[in-house]
C-alpha cells in the first residue's frame, strides 16, 4: 500500500490540459487529408483507391463537369488517396479535430471541365487529365510526327479513336493474317 | 511462403490416416502451402473424419466457413479447419502441426448435412451460424435457435447466399417482440438473472441470463450478435483486395492490425507471394505492441473489478505509452491502415527505433512495479483463485484460444504451433499455467507483456534492411487459403477465395472471442453472480456491456429489476446483495 501511495506522488498529473493546450503529435502521424485543387487532374484515381468510399467523383457528360468530392465524415485517415495520387494533389496532415455543427463542414468539392472530343464534340475525359497526359508525351523524346499523331489521338473521345483508327490499323491486320480477312 | 513442389509436406500423414481409415469416401487433397491442406470427404462421412481429426490426431476447431459455390461446381460448401497437432501418445518432436480443412459439398437440392456438433461440441456456433446465413441445415444439432441473425428477421432470407439479397438491403423486421428463448433450469429455488441486452465490461450489446441458486450459479445462457455489421457480405460485394485490409482493421477496436494481418497472409498465402524480410519483421512488431495495449487494457480491468481502482488508473496511465508507441511507428493510436497486399505501407525510421527502444525500457520497469502491486492487494488472489474454472476437459471439448487455453494448462499458442511472420526468427518463450482460473488467466497476461516487450526489442535489433512491398503479382480466381494470428485474445483465422472479379469470392473471419464465449457457461458454473462479471472480464471477451440486470424468481413468478452498476458494484464490495430482500 506504501508503494502505491509513493508511487502516486511520484507521478504526480498524469491528465494533460487538452484541449486547453495542443497534444503533442508523432511526426508521422496522419491527421486529415489537405486536398490541393491546383494540383488536381480529376483523374479519379483516389476515389477507386478510398476504402470507405470518403472520396467520390461525378461525371456530367451534359454540362461537361466533373464534381470531385472529400466528405471527412466518411474518412478513416489511411493515407491511400496520397499514396495513389499521381500529382501530389492530396497530402494528409496533422489536423485531426473536425467536430463541427454543419454537416456541409466536412466536405470539400471541386469541379473540373471536361474535355470535348476534337471529333464528334462530346465531352470525354477531364480537360486537365488530357493536358497532364499531352504534357507527359512531351517530355517522352518520340519523334515530332509520332508524337503529334498520338497527341491528335488523345484529343478525340475512346468511340471516335475506334473509328478513326480502324482503316489505319486495317493493312496491318491483313498482312498479319496473309489477306485472309 | 513461396509455394514451390520440392518443400516436404506437412501432415501428409494424417491425410495418408484419413485415406486408410476412410477409404473412398475422402474425395481429393489440395495443398495450399507446405503446412495447409484441403480434403474434400464424402458428406455422409463428414461428422466421423472431423472427429477422428479432433481426438485421434489431436485436433482443433479453428474455424468453419460455409460458401455458396453454386457458380462454381453447383453445390454449396463447408470447410470445417482444424489445426492437426498430433495425439498425445505421439512424442513431442515428432508431432507434425499443420491446418487440415475438410470440406465437403451439399447439393442445392438436399439443403442439409449431419451435424458435426453431436460428436465435437466445439462444433456448435458455427454450425448455427452456417444455418442461420445460408439455410443448410445441419441434421441432429441439438440447439435450434438462431445465432447471428437476429429475432425478427425474415425466415427464408439467407444473407450469405449469393443470388439472395444486396447488402445494403435492411428488410423490415417481422415482430416487435424479441423471441428468443432462453435454455429452461428448473429446480427449487432456481431464480433467472438476466444481464443485457446491454453487457458487462465493455459498452456493446449481448444478453446474458443466469440461472442461480440462492448467490451460486447454477447455469448461464446468452444471446449475442446484436450489432452484426455484416462485413463479409460487404467485403465481398463492394471491395477490392487492399480496401480489406482497411475493413479487417476495423473488425476490432483492440486486435484490428492482428485481423488485418490474418487476412493479408490468407491472401497472400492464396497467391504463393512472398512477403519481404522486412516486412514480416515490422508486422511482428506492431502484433506485439497490440498485444502491449490489449493486455495493460485487461490488467487495469482485472484491479477493477476487484475494487483496485487506483491500479486501475495506473494500468491505464502507463498504457498510454503503449499508445503513443503505436502512434509513432503506425501515424495512429490504433496501428490502423499499416498493411497492403504484399507487405506494409510504412518503413520503421532510426528515429523513431530509438524512441520505441527507450519506450520499451520504462515500460519494463513502471509495469513491473504495478504488477507487483497488484499481487501485493491482500484481496487480489483471494477474489480471483479457483474462480471461474476451466476445466481441461471442457477446453479440449471446445477448442478456446488464447491466454483463456492456456490458463487451463494447454500450452497452445499459433505464434509457436505455425509460426508466421517473424516469430520463428526471433527467441521468446511461451507462457502457460494450470491454475484453469481467473487469477491464471490474468497471470498469463502480465507474463506475456514482457514477453512481448522482448520481442519488440529484438525485432528492432535484429531486423534486415530492404524493401517492405512486393508488388505486381496477378490475382487467380478462386485461389484459397487460411491467414491466422495470435491476437492478444487468441487465434484469429481468417478463411478468403478470391474471386474473378478483383473481389474476394467468400471471406470468413473469425474473432479470437468467438471460440471463447461457448465455454463461458462452464466457468460460470458453481461461481457466485458477484464474481460474474470478473469471470467474464478474464476472457476478455470483445464485445457486450450489461446495461441492467433483471432478476426474475421463478417460483413466485415476480421479476426484479437491479441497474448493472448495482451488480458490478456488488462485484467490487461484495455486500448488500442486490437480489436480496
Known amino acids: 500500500m506504501l508503494k502505491l501511495i509513493r508511487e502516486v506522488l511520484k507521478v504526480g498529473q498524469a491528465t494533460l490540459p487538452y484541449p486547453f493546450a495542443p497534444v503533442e503529435l508523432a511526426p508521422g502521424f496522419r491527421g486529415k487529408p489537405e486536398y490541393d485543387p491546383q494540383q488536381c487532374i480529376a483523374c479519379a484515381v483516389c476515389t477507386i483507391a478510398c476504402p470507405p468510399n470518403a472520396l467520390t467523383m461525378h461525371t456530367d457528360l451534359e454540362q461537361g463537369v466533373r464534381t470531385w468530392s472529400l466528405f471527412y465524415g466518411r474518412c478513416i485517415f489511411c493515407a491511400r488517396c496520397e499514396e495513389v495520387c499521381p500529382t501530389g494533389a492530396i497530402r494528409l496532415g496533422h489536423d485531426f479535430e473536425l467536430a463541427s455543427f454543419s454537416r456541409e463542414d466536412l466536405t470539400v468539392r471541386a469541379e473540373f471541365r471536361l474535355a470535348a472530343c476534337n471529333l464528334c464534340g462530346a465531352y470525354f475525359a477531364s480537360a486537365k487529365e488530357l493536358e497532364h497526359v499531352l504534357a507527359l508525351l512531351d517530355q517522352a523524346g518520340l519523334p515530332p510526327e509520332d508524337a503529334a499523331d498520338r497527341k491528335a489521338l488523345l484529343r478525340a473521345c475512346p468511340e471516335c479513336r475506334r473509328k478513326t483508327d480502324l482503316p489505319r490499323v486495317k493493312p496491318l491486320i491483313q498482312e498479319a493474317f496473309n489477306g485472309r480477312v | 511462403m513461396l509455394l514451390t513442389e520440392e518443400k516436404p509436406k506437412i501432415g501428409q500423414k494424417y491425410v495418408d490416416a484419413l485415406r486408410q481409415q476412410f477409404g473412398w469416401s475422402i474425395l481429393e487433397e489440395a495443398w495450399q502451402a507446405p503446412d495447409q491442406v484441403t480434403v474434400t470427404v464424402e458428406l455422409n462421412s463428414l461428422p466421423s473424419v472431423v472427429e477422428t481429426l479432433y481426438y485421434q490426431h489431436g485436433g482443433w476447431l479453428s474455424v468453419v466457413a460455409g460458401n455458396d459455390e453454386r457458380p462454381i461446381n453447383g453445390h454449396f460448401a463447408l470447410y470445417y479447419v482444424l489445426s492437426v497437432e498430433g495425439n498425445e501418445q505421439t512424442p513431442q518432436h515428432e508431432r507434425e502441426k499443420c491446418y487440415l480443412v475438410v470440406r465437403s459439398l451439399i447439393p442445392p437440392r438436399q439443403m442439409e448435412f449431419p451435424a458435426v456438433t453431436p460428436r465435437v461440441p466445439a462444433a456448435i456456433w458455427y454450425e448455427r451460424e452456417v444455418r442461420d446465413m445460408f439455410g443448410l441445415q445441419p441434421i441432429g444439432l441439438p440447439d435450434e435457435r438462431r445465432l447471428v441473425l437476429p429475432d425478427d428477421w425474415p425466415e427464408g432470407l ?257 505464434r509457436v504451433i505455425h509460426p508466421y511472420c517473424a516469430y520463428d526468427r526471433v527467441p521468446w518463450t511461451l507462457t502457460y499455467k494450470d491454475g484453469c482460473d481467473v487469477l491464471a488467466r490474468t497471470l498469463i497476461r502480465a507474463d506475456e507483456f514482457f514477453e512481448s516487450l522482448s520481442v519488440v526489442e529484438r525485432c528492432l535489433d535484429t531486423m534486415p534492411e530492404g524493401p517492405v512491398l512486393t508488388e505486381g503479382f496477378r490475382y487467380k480466381p478462386y485461389a484459397y487459403a487460411l491467414g491466422y494470428v495470435e491476437a492478444p485474445r487468441g487465434e484469429d483465422i481468417h478463411w478468403s477465395m478470391l474471386g474473378d472479379n478483383q473481389k474476394l469470392y467468400r471471406w470468413r473471419c473469425r474473432a479470437s472471442s468467438y471460440n471463447n464465449w461457448p465455454p463461458l457457461r462452464y466457468m460460470l458454473r458453481g461461481n457466485t453472480i458477484s464474481d460474474a462479471p470478473l469471470i467474464v472480464a478474464s476472457i476478455d471477451p470483445c464485445y457486450s456491456c450489461t446495461e441492467r440486470v433483471t432478476v426474475v424468481d421463478v417460483r413466485k413468478k415476480k421479476a426484479q429489476v437491479v441497474p448493472y452498476k448495482e451488480l458490478e458494484r456488488y462485484c467490487i464490495e461484495k455486500k448488500d446483495s442486490p437480489i436480496k430482500g
Not at chain 2, 480496401?243 to 488485418?260: E, K, M, S
Open chain 2, 158 to 414: 439467407y444473407p450469405l447466399r449469393k443470388d439472395s439479397m444486396d447488402y445494403r438491403y435492411r428488410p423490415e423486421p417481422t415482430t416487435e417482440d424479441e423471441t428468443y428463448e432462453f435454455i429452461d433450469v428448473e429446480g427449487e429455488g432456481i431464480v433467472q438473472v438476466p444481464l443485457g441486452p446491454l453487457h458487462i465490461t465493455s459498452d456493446e450489446p449481448g444478453h446474458f441470463r443466469l440461472y442461480v441458486d440462492g448467490e451460486y450459479i447454477v447455469d448461464a445462457d446468452y444471446r449475442l450478435f446484436y450489432v452484426h455489421r455484416g462485413m463479409e457480405k460487404l467485403a465481398e460485394t463492394r471491395m477490392t483486395y487492399d480496401q480489406v485490409t482497411f475493413l479487417a482493421d476495423r473488425i476490432c477496436g483492440i486486435c484490428g492490425y492482428a485481423h488485418n494481418v490474418a487476412y493479408s497472409t490468407s491472401i497472400e498465402r492464396a497467391l504463393g507471394i512472398a512477403v519481404p524480410e522486412r516486412a514480416q519483421y515490422i508486422r511482428t512488431i506492431l502484433l506485439e505492441v497490440e498485444r502491449l495495449h490489449s493486455h495493460l487494457l485487461n490488467l487495469g480491468l482485472a484491479c477493477h473489478f476487484v475494487g483496485f481502482d487506483t491500479g486501475f488508473m495506473q494500468f491505464f496511465r502507463v498504457r498510454e505509452k503503449a499508445m503513443k508507441m503505436a502512434e509513432l511507428l503506425t501515424g495512429t493510436r490504433k496501428t490502423y491502415g499499416m498493411n497492403l497486399i504484399g507487405g506494409v505501407r510504412r518503413d520503421i525510421l532510426k528515429e523513431e527505433r530509438v524512441q520505441t527502444l527507450q519506450w520499451i525500457q520504462e515500460l519494463r520497469r513502471e509495469v513491473n512495479e504495478l504488477v507487483a502491486m497488484l499481487l501485493d492487494t491482500p484481496n487480489i488472489v483471494q477474489r480471483t483463485q479457483d474462480i471461474g474454472r476451466l476445466e481441461p476437459k471442457v477446453a479440449r471439448d471446445y477448442s478456446p484460444v488464447g491466454p483463456t487455453l492456456r490458463g487451463s494448462g494447454f500450452a497452445r499458442d499459433i
